[in-house]
């Protein structure tokens, strides 16, 4: 069966340091894979998604980063971190056209 | 992205069956309608989808209107841990344009369960 990984758990990281979140996929091969992001009382915003090793497509400009170094590995990273960055990061994965799979998230809180 | 309407909230009271709506007037005829629900502090968990007729499964029912502009989100009897985020979504076919079967998440319904 398919599994999804992602941590960590919480973070709580300070102004200007830098971000690395480690999404990884298990049971599946060649999976569509995203990175949400929920601030605090909102709803989820798609911030990056991949359909193939090293493509990676960007929703929305920001402060952060991702990468695809491997077909099951999805990496959401930053170098410098704002408050603004504070939120709840998920990431999801997708074989076709059923439903998404999602990670139980990281809570990042930029002090 | 074709959006989706859904009331901010609504109430239940447990083992009573829930009715949550879903407008999505600009449905196009690849998209598939989604749902899925987000307790708090976790991750959205898939509950259903379906292109034109009625779905059933084991946490859910979905009933699709004939025009396809309107769904409903049938739940049996709802039980407290069914309290969560309700989303509609409208997702591409698999394979089709640039979207990739793209979710885009709207504010959803807050269903809150009654003991």
């Known amino acids: 069966s398919q599994t999804i990984h992602q941590w960590p758990a919480t973070l709580v990281q300070p102004v200007g340091s830098p971000l690395s979140l480690e999404c990884t996929v298990e049971g599946t091969s060649n999976p569509n894979l995203y990175w949400y992001r929920q601030a605090a009382g909102r709803g989820l915003q798609l911030l990056f998604y991949s359909v193939g090793i090293g493509q990676i497509s960007s929703e929305v400009p920001q402060n952060l980063s991702a990468s695809r170094p491997q077909d099951r590995q999805f990496i959401l990273s930053s170098k410098k971190l704002l408050l603004s960055d504070s939120g709840f990061y998920l990431c999801a994965w997708t074989g076709g056209a059923e439903g998404y799979t999602f990670g139980s998230g990281t809570r990042l809180t930029v002090v | 992205d074709a959006k989706t309407t859904q009331p901010n909230s609504m109430e239940s009271n447990e083992e009573e069956p829930v009715h949550l709506p879903c407008n999505h007037s600009t449905i196009s005829g690849t998209d598939y309608i989604h749902w899925y629900r987000q307790l708090p502090s976790q991750g959205p968990e898939y509950v259903i989808h379906?292109?034109?007729?009625?779905v059933n499964n084991r946490m859910a029912s979905l009933a699709i209107a004939e025009d396809r502009k309107s769904s409903t989100l049938i739940l049996h009897r709802a039980t407290l841990r069914d309290a969560a985020v309700y989303y509609c979504i409208l997702r591409d076919a698999w394979g089709g344009g640039t979207s990739y079967g793209k979710l885009t998440f709207g504010q959803g319904t807050i269903l809150t369960v009654h003991p």
């Open positions: 379906g292109l034109t007729s009625n």
